[in-house]
Each structure stands twice: as C-alpha cells, then as structure tokens.
C-alpha cells in the first residue's frame, strides 16, 4: 500500500484527534479505548493491525 491510502490518512487523523482530545481533557483514554472497541464490534472487517 502507498501512503495516499484514504484509510491509512483517515486512521492516522483519528489518532491524532484521540490524543488531543485527551491532552484537552475532553475525553479520557478509557472512553476513547470503549468507544474503539464499540466501533470494532460493528465492523465486518477483520483487521490484522492494532488502531
């Protein structure tokens, strides 16, 4: 895969946005690991590399 891959940018924004909201204290990490693990569950697809 090259690096314009949507999914890849999409991925790597949503990281980013994780940890500002937690250096923001708008979130915490727990609520963003559930709220990741919510949204894996409604996923069909089977990822092979940790988010």
Do not use: Y
């Amino acid at each position: 895969m090259n690096e314009d891959n949507p999914i890849k940018r999409w991925i790597a924004n949503r990281k980013g946005d994780v940890v500002l909201d937690i250096f923001k204290s708008k979130a915490t990490a727990v609520d963003e690991a559930q709220r990741s693990m919510e949204n894996g569950a409604r996923t069909s697809v089977n990822r092979t590399h940790p988010i």
